[in-house]
Structure formats: C-alpha cells, structure tokens
C-alpha cells in the first residue's frame, strides 16, 4: 500500500493506524492523503454545538492529536480537491468531513461508494 485516504480523523478511521506495531509494518514512504481543513479542525476542534456522551469528545480530541503527531511526516493535505489514483479523486466539501468522488466533477459518491471494481446489487459478500 502506498496511499492512505482519510475522509477525516475520526477515532474509528485512524485508530486501526494508531495501533501498537502497524506503523512499524507499514511502507516508510506511505502518504497519508487528508482535507487541510480537517487537520485544522482537530487542532483546536468545537464540539459547543453537539451533544455527546461524557468524556466521548476528549476521546475523539486525543485520537486526533496523537494521530497527527504520530503520523505528521506522512501528512499529504489538500486544500479542495486531489486526485490520489488515475480517476480516483477526494473533494473537500462543507463541515469538516470531506467527501469522495470518482468520475467526472458532476457525479458525486460517498467515500466509501469509491472502488476500483464495479457494485455489485444483491450480492451477499463474505467477511
């Protein structure tokens, strides 16, 4: 592997990262492709207007600082679109989850929607 996309630093997309042994498995040359805005946002993150369970923010804070700070020279942010593949191209949108997209400008996908093979319906998929 030599991309990492991150549709934002939320601790169930980083914290596979973050666990003890991977980086040290990982290439050494591996970019880490995330919004600018949204390593922003985690600097100094507003949560005034959410309602979370108690202690669930400073869970989400401290993920996100100890990513950033582990992962920091493999950062590779990105101001409003990029193109990570040949087709294959992450958009920065409102709020501060970015969102994917794959084809032209116009057709707009969820994040998880990108894949280098075609969706198959009614298809039940192993684990």
């Not at 193109?83 to 400008?105: D, I, K």
């Amino acid at each position: 592997m030599t991309d990492v996309v991150l549709t934002h630093m939320h601790m169930d997309h980083v914290g596979g990262l973050l666990v003890e042994g991977v980086k040290d498995r990982l290439r050494p040359d591996l970019r880490i492709h995330v919004a600018a805005a949204e390593v922003k946002f985690w600097e100094s993150p507003d949560f005034s207007r959410v309602s979370m369970p108690p202690g669930f923010p400073d869970a989400l804070r401290q993920t996100a600082k100890r990513f950033a700070h582990e992962y920091h020279n493999q950062l590779r942010t990105f101001e409003a679109e990029f193109e990570v593949a040949p087709g294959v191209a992450v958009c920065r949108t409102g709020g501060h989850t970015p969102r994917a997209q794959r084809g032209p400008p116009d057709l707009r996908r969820r994040a998880t929607d990108i894949r280098r093979r075609p969706r198959v319906h009614r298809r039940v998929r192993t684990p």
